[in-house]
């Protein structure tokens, strides 16, 4: 059965996510479960399934490493050049770590936390099926933000084309819970995002595409306001339903974000052939009568 939201909620925003993944050499391909003393406690987490050891690489493993980037640049090189040619806005192209520069070495070069939990508190309680090394064959997590809530769903099943996937509620937060979050630009695309609970224990996710990333921080600051699709004008469902029709691959439906001037920014991800679990951003502006519009000052 598909999920729903309950009855005194309504969908915000939803996106497929998975616990991050390192790429400096050191932590390349890795990640861990840690306590605040940078201990290992993915055997203390509670049902949760054996799953893979890392260890840090060695300098020799992290100069092969550092080569085959290079070679991996030259091709991304190329495909920048061909993106820019009528590219969809927000695709994921560029250097494994978007050309940023670390912004915590101590949790991004030397050591690759995904999760900072002291015992007890909430980021122990997310889902194993988040990590990738876990998850069953077929099987991905959403992270969906409503009204009031943030939950994780476990899909067995593809996108806005299959009628009926198989969808599973795996945890579920108050959105008093979650004290933030933040885009984490040292990462896989640029698309990864740390939230934090109010507990101050948190958890690293990589979301697609940074503006997978980056609608998730401005919801939850309230610095972007999403609607629900509710909300919309008749003429702007009009719009949203020819929208989506040119986007069938579209894997969840588009977020909607109010900006200063009352426009409606709309935003919808289909998969990507840059790599796999990259996802590209695709939008439309649209005015009440859900004509195109074009943004005021102080809008973006």
């Known amino acids: 059965m598909g999920w729903s939201p309950a009855a005194d909620e309504e969908l915000l925003f939803r996106i497929t996510v998975k616990f991050a993944t390192g790429v400096a050499p050191a932590v390349a391909g890795s990640r861990w479960f840690r306590d605040p003393q940078r201990n290992d406690i993915q055997d203390e987490l509670n049902g949760w399934p ?7 690489h060695t300098t020799g493993d992290q100069a092969a490493r550092r080569t085959g980037r290079g ?10 050049l061909v993106a820019n040619v009528g590219g969809a806005a927000g695709s994921p192209f560029g250097s494994a770590a978007g050309g940023e520069k670390p912004e915590e070495p101590e949790n ?35 992270l969906v933000l409503t009204t009031r809530r943030l939950l994780f769903l476990g899909v067995r ?3 806005l084309a299959e009628e009926e996937p198989a969808e599973e509620e795996l945890a ?7 004290s933030g979050a933040q885009k984490m630009k040292f990462s896989r695309a640029g698309a990864d995002v740390r939230i934090t609970f109010s507990d101050q224990s948190w958890i690293r996710l990589f979301t697609g595409n ?19 699709e509710s909300m919309l004008t008749e003429g702007q469902r009009r719009r949203v339903t ?10 969840q439906r588009p977020v909607y974000i109010k900006l200063n001037s009352g426009i409606v920014f709309v935003e919808a991800y289909v998969p990507s052939k840059a790599g796999k679990d990259l996802v590209n951003a695709v939008g439309i502006l649209m005015d009440d009568a859900g004509e195109p519009a074009q943004p005021h000052p102080g809008d973006l």
């Open 71 to 80: 070679l991996l640049g030259a091709v991304q090189v190329i495909a920048n």
């Open 157 to 159: 099943g593809g996108n």
């Open 172 to 178: 579920a937060f108050s959105r008093e819970a979650i």
């Open 50 to 56: 054996a799953g893979p050891v890392f260890t840090p």
């Open 210 to 228: 940074p503006n997978c990333a980056e609608r998730i921080t401005g919801i939850l600051s309230g610095s972007e306001q999403a609607v629900p």
């Open 108 to 142: 991004e070069v030397h050591d690759f936390p995904v999760m900072w939990a002291p015992p007890s508190t909430l980021a122990r309680t997310v889902p194993w099926q988040l990590d990738p090394g876990r998850q069953p064959d077929g099987y991905s997590t959403d």
């Open 242 to 251: 020819q929208f989506i029709s040119g986007h069938h691959d579209a894997t």
